[in-house]
């Protein structure tokens, strides 16, 4: 972006400068990122010069919004103070939700318990000893009145954080806020219902990647025509990033993802314009401050250039790639916890700073447990200094031009489409996931992560460095034993006094969509509505989506 006369004198400077620097006076022969992103020393206009500022980075709001969707950035609206919470029995939960709103919390954010993210009721015995463990246990609309007792849906968002049963859930929701009167156009939030990343990281699937894919594209598409403002997916690197991927596998395989979902919705017959700007996304915030800042950055790069030119997009709202972020549950020490809220700190100052939409940060306890009341507030509180104290929510993207933020972010988007090319040529997510490739990749990266902390070639306050010998002292929560049994109570009685005519018809309707090609969410809402489980409707899924056809595409 300098004149070729400056640049060239740039290189002659530069080049005298590096003769004079002594590499033995260094702490380390080499920097590099946790991605192994050589480091230089320093970074000057000649590392950008290949760049067109209107082309490559362009102005906030506008194409291809490496600088920001929204013109105004933070000057218009804060992100969502979205945390993180879910425990035990629904109406626990729902105090917790209460209290953060009354705090100051922006949106919900739902985390379930294992049974219910496997599609299990809470007295099946293939979830025992699993009640509240890492969540809510949510097993009918019943459970999720208790959840929401008190909120109108439509006048605040919620994420919900499920997977393998995410048309199910979803279902009830929906039920539960036409019970209230709302009206399903104004009902806002997400569910997360990204099944490739479970297969590539968290294996908590249920069925095979194409039927799990039909249920996906069922969602996107009831959703589409339906539910206008709500987000149908939240493609998550996150989890990627918290099985032991570095940033740009994170990002590489976060993004190929999104690429597969809009594929699938195309397959079914939709536009891409009518889905594209309701998918949402959802990335880890970890360490390395300027590696995940470039990371966020880059990837709205790349979404926009492949919607618009792989996919044909017209609608800007398509171009745009919006994120949820959360602060990196996997770099948290049970050593020292207190050091965790200084973590946490600069995790979301780089969230902020890469141009999140919504954050949760998490509680400097959650090595140890589900976040105490006072972890999950102090923890708030971090977000609210944040965009209340620092003043990096005054300007647009405020790192952009720095030429080591710049450099980092097209490094990034390099490595990324080098791994595109790889999984086209193994033939794209879906195979690249059922050979091992995607996997083997994150275990390569975790390992060489892991053999650095070992040499203390990269430093982990107080775990490989700075150690102390006390133990913690910080209050942990508690999950209360009574609370399934009371829990199980409910469902028995649920189960006695539902019109159970009514459930069997609902259930029927259901399996035979299942096993056409109609989309399901009607049914499960309908099923929902007569009050029929979680594991009722699960279990239909699982009589008939277990063996499925080829997908559209093999079908030709």
């Known amino acids: 972006m300098d004149s070729p006369e400056h640049l060239e004198q740039l290189r002659e400077e530069s080049a005298r400068w590096r003769d004079k620097q002594n590499p033995s006076a260094q702490r380390k022969p080499s920097f590099k990122t946790p991605s192994q992103m050589t480091i230089e020393q320093v970074y000057t206009p000649e590392n950008i010069a290949d760049e067109s500022y209107l082309a490559d980075q362009g102005l906030p709001g506008e194409y291809p919004y490496l600088r920001g969707v929204h013109a105004s950035g933070y000057r218009g609206r804060l992100w969502t103070m979205r945390m993180f919470a879910g425990f035990g029995l629904p109406e626990e939960t729902n105090a917790r939700f209460k209290f953060l709103m009354e705090q100051g919390q922006t949106g919900l954010s739902v985390a379930f318990d294992m049974p219910t993210l496997y599609g299990y009721d809470t007295d099946d015995p293939r979830g025992a000893g699993e009640f509240g463990t890492c969540g809510v246990a949510v097993s009918s609309l019943a459970d999720m009145e208790t959840l929401f007792q008190g909120i109108k849906l439509d006048q605040i968002t919620t994420s919900m954080t499920i997977n393998s049963p995410a048309a199910i859930i979803w279902a009830m929701y929906i039920a539960l806020a036409q019970k209230q009167g709302a009206s399903l156009d104004k009902l806002g939030g997400t569910i997360q219902n990204d099944i490739l990343k479970e297969f590539i990281a968290q294996n908590e699937y249920i069925f095979p990647p194409e039927p799990s894919m039909r249920l996906v594209t069922d969602t996107v598409e009831y959703a589409t025509r339906n539910v206008p403002r709500w987000n149908p997916i939240s493609i998550s690197g996150y989890h990627i990033r918290e099985a032991g991927s570095n940033a740009i596998q994170e990002l590489a395989f976060t993004l190929a993802d999104g690429f597969e979902y809009v594929r699938h919705a195309l397959d079914r017959g939709m536009n891409v314009d009518e889905f594209a700007p309701r998918l949402s996304f959802f990335f880890n915030s970890h360490n390395n401050f300027f590696e995940e800042v470039g990371k966020f950055r880059a990837a709205r790069r790349i979404w926009a250039k492949e919607m618009q030119e792989t996919f044909g997009a017209k609608d800007p709202r398509s171009h745009q790639l919006r994120f949820h972020a959360q602060t990196s549950g996997q770099a948290l020490t049970a050593q020292q916890p207190e050091n965790n809220v200084v973590r946490v700190s600069f995790q979301a100052m780089a969230a902020v700073l890469g141009g999140c939409q919504s954050l949760h940060t998490n509680g400097k306890d959650e090595a140890w447990a589900l976040p105490s009341e006072e972890a999950a507030l102090q923890a708030l509180r971090t977000q609210q200094i944040i965009?209340?104290?620092?003043?990096?929510?005054?300007?647009?993207?405020?790192?952009?031009?720095?030429?080591?933020?710049?450099?980092?972010?097209?490094?990034?988007?390099?490595?990324?489409?080098?791994?595109?090319?790889?999984?086209?040529?193994?033939?794209?997510?879906?195979?690249?996931?059922?050979?091992?490739?995607?996997?083997?990749?994150?275990?390569?990266?975790?390992?060489?992560?892991?053999?650095?902390?070992?040499?203390?070639?990269?430093?982990?306050?107080?775990?490989?460095?700075?150690?102390?010998?006390?133990?913690?002292?910080?209050?942990?929560?508690?999950?209360?034993?009574?609370?399934?049994?009371?829990?199980?109570?409910?469902?028995?009685?649920?189960?006695?006094?539902?019109?159970?005519?009514?459930?069997?018809?609902?259930?029927?309707?259901?399996?035979?969509a299942a096993r056409g090609s109609e989309n399901t969410m009607p049914y499960l809402v309908e099923a929902a509505k007569a009050y029929a489980t979680l594991g009722e409707m699960m279990d239909v899924f699982r009589d008939c989506l277990l063996y499925t056809s080829p997908s559209p595409r093999d079908r030709g």
């Open 387 to 512: 965009a209340h104290e620092t003043g990096i929510t005054d300007t647009v993207d405020p790192l952009g031009g720095s030429y080591f933020v710049e450099t980092m972010t097209n490094d990034l988007e390099k490595a990324s489409y080098d791994y595109f090319r790889r999984i086209d040529d193994i033939g794209g997510v879906i195979p690249a996931l059922e050979t091992g490739f995607l996997q083997r990749e994150i275990a390569d990266a975790s390992y060489i992560y892991q053999q650095e902390d070992d040499r203390r070639d990269r430093i982990t306050v107080g775990v490989n460095e700075y150690r102390t010998e006390e133990g913690s002292e910080i209050p942990l929560l508690r999950v209360n034993r009574e609370g399934e049994k009371k829990h199980v109570e409910g469902l028995n009685m649920l189960r006695r006094t539902r019109d159970n005519r009514e459930v069997a018809q609902r259930l029927k309707a259901l399996e035979q």
